[in-house]
């Protein structure tokens, strides 16, 4: 599973990295990225975090991040 946070929808209310501190972190406003590849979404998330994962994905109140069975377009 590979993860990635969509920043326009994000309205940086901090819940996804109380939720799973390893996966995600902030920019200078506030703003999530997925941690393990600077939201890139290449770097699946690690078994042992999925948990973890579901959680943060689960509360993000916006739906901002993303998740999806293959890697993301690093285009994008
Ligand atoms: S939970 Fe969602 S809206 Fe809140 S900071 Fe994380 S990605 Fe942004």
């Not at 920043?7 to 209310?13: D, G, R, S, V």
């Not at 699946?44 to 916006?62: G, S, V, W």
């Amino acid at each position: 599973m590979y993860s990635r946070v969509q920043p326009e929808q994000c309205i940086a209310c901090g819940l996804c990295q109380l939720r799973a501190p390893e996966l995600f972190d902030y920019d200078a406003v506030g703003i999530a990225y997925y941690r393990l590849d600077h939201n890139q979404g290449t770097t699946p998330i690690p078994t042992e975090q999925l948990a973890a994962f579901k959680q943060a994905y689960r509360d993000c109140p916006t739906g901002a991040i993303k998740r999806q069975s293959k890697p993301f377009s690093v285009e994008k």
